[in-house]
């Protein structure tokens, strides 16, 4: 038996930490002897266990591979893929990794022997967790001693054929690949059980505790081996056990070197490493509920080591620990993401917001003042059809005699345009903070952006439609059915105002017979006829003249809504809608839904300790 430490890893085999597997050209399987024998390099032989023979390699192309996730589990891993899909182009390539991560591990290890179950041992220095790891085994694999640190790389024994891959995931190369004696203790117990002995996580080597946090990431439960002086170590519990409180299913917790604790100091210990675990937030498996296993035991006599071993190989034989170890790694990621994925109350624009979006457009285009104008346009052509003649004489007259007064239009304000294009940003960004409220911090950025590329050229795009509008309005008429009949009463008035007065002038020069009042009143019928005719003209005009001003201010309204919802309301309503779909498929990701393999397996969700 020969141990790989620091010696050997300067002077002899390099370890290459996460690069072996990706050098690995063919896939290397245990080997086995048949005397119990452990190889010294990882040859072939008949009294090596870490050989690679070339028959191994074609049986373990003969065994199945593989398998697949329960429905829950599958359903989540879908949604999760499809979450990072639609979250490419809103969130950074950091936030996503961890998912992504998740992701890539679960088709890799879907890859791989669904029969096989890689279980970790893992402690501070000096714990006994390579002690354990050999009273396990039923042989001695990993070694043992004062000297620190004594694992320097990671060991792993697996007690059936079909492994290779796992352990190439791992990047264990072959001369650290064991197997137990043939026939030993727990061999068929264990059947599908790889184990894996890895370095001091609290090693002062950075390389050791580099490959700790590789490997625990990559397998599908771990053993945390704790002694009475470390149980409570800060660097154990802040570092791994709090971080990892969400995979208390695939985790095992032993309290090892009991035979060192007098009386019911072990008692103590173990309670008092109970309470540790539920301040770490990891649930502690009892009265048949999910959760962590508490166990103590001495690996040094072998006490509580035949219970550990019953427990594990039950474990082993559930088949569910990589779905479990995977559902926690998709808790895990959802946890994190749900920052950028949940909103706070309710989201989008509701009507509400809509219309006052379209009325502050209104505004800016001038609409109300667009309506009034057509309104006093209505007005002033009633005016000059149906006012007397000699009143639009006298205002053709004025025309006349001052050329170029009629064409005089009011100044427009020099501020107007940029007020008007100051009101349209303010109503953009307006919409967009109430569309963006309580979205998380990326979709609420992305919808501000919406907003604003929208916004670009809209003031230009409303001015047009204004001109257009201004433009089919003077092509309309504005008179009604009725003003030729005004028209004509005025025109009778008139010509009762001429008739008359040529009736008094034929009488004064003598033609006409002598008669004073009729002419008069034929005259003043006329004279008060017109001005009569024309107030009434004005009053009837009052309501289709509000009416056509109410018309141009709705149509300029319409069409300012119209442009906004285009260029705007719809971009705003896309991401919107897009935040709705990846919130959708957050909630399938972070549902409580778990892999048909999630329950607890037989002899888990129970606290078991043996004390002597």
Partial sequence: MTAITDDENETGGRWDDGLI????????????????????????????????????????????????????????????RELLGLSQTRLDGKTLAEAGRVLDEAAARQRLSSRHTVVAIAGATGSGKSTLFNALAGVRIAETGLRRPTTSAPIACTWSEGAAGLLDRLAIPGRLRRKPLAGGDGDETLQGLVLVDLPDHDSAVVRHREQVDRILALVDAVIWVVDPEKYADAALHERYLRPLAGHAEITFVVLNQIDR???????????????????????????????????????LTGEGVGELREMVGAFVQDRGAAARRLSADVDAAAAKLRPVYVADGRTGLDERAREDFSARLAEAIGATAAGEAAEREWRRNAGRACGTPWLRLWRWYERKRMPGAAAVEPAVPVEEEPTARQRVEQAVRTVADEA?????????????????RGAQGLPEALDELAAREAAETKGRPLRPAWWP????????????????????????????????????????????????????????????????????????????????????????????????????????????????????????????????
Avoid at 21 to 38: C, I, K, L
Avoid at 269 to 297: K, N, Y
Avoid at 436 to 452: C, F, I, K, T
Avoid at 520 to 546: F, H
């Fill in 21 to 80: 597997a990706r050098r690995v050209g063919q896939r290397n399987e245990d080997g086995t002897g048949h005397d119990g024998g452990t190889g010294h390099d990882g040859g072939t032989g008949q009294d090596g266990v870490g050989g690679e023979g070339e028959g191994d390699q074609i049986g373990d192309e003969q065994l199945p591979v593989g398998g697949t996730y329960g429905g829950p589990l599958r359903a989540r891993l879908s949604a999760l």
């Fill in 261 to 299: 604790l007098p009386g019911e100091a072990a008692d103590q210990v173990l309670d008092d490493l109970r309470r540790l675990l539920d301040e770490d937030g990891m649930a502690v498996g009892e009265h048949g509920e999910p959760g962590a296993t508490v166990l103590a035991l001495s690996a």
């Fill in 436 to 452: 963006a409220h309580g979205l998380p911090a990326p979709w609420s950025q992305a919808v501000r952006e919406a907003a604003v």
């Fill in 485 to 612: 009949a005004a028209v004509l009463a005025q025109a009778s008035m008139t010509l009762l105002q001429i008739f008359g007065g040529l009736w008094l002038v034929g009488q004064i020069v003598g033609v006409l017979e002598p008669g004073l009042v009729p002419p008069v009143l034929v005259m003043l019928a006329g004279i008060v006829g017109g001005p009569l005719v024309e107030w009434a003209c004005a009053a009837a005009t009052k309501g289709p003249a509000r009416r056509y001003g109410q018309d141009a201010r709705r149509r300029l309204q319409e069409a300012a809504a119209g442009c906004g919802r285009a260029k705007v309301l719809d971009p705003v309503a896309a991401e919107l809608m897009r935040y709705r779909e990846v919130r959708e498929q957050y909630a399938t990701v972070s549902g409580s839904a778990r892999s048909a393999s999630s329950g607890p397996g037989p002899l888990r969700g129970r606290v078991r300790s043996r004390i002597g």
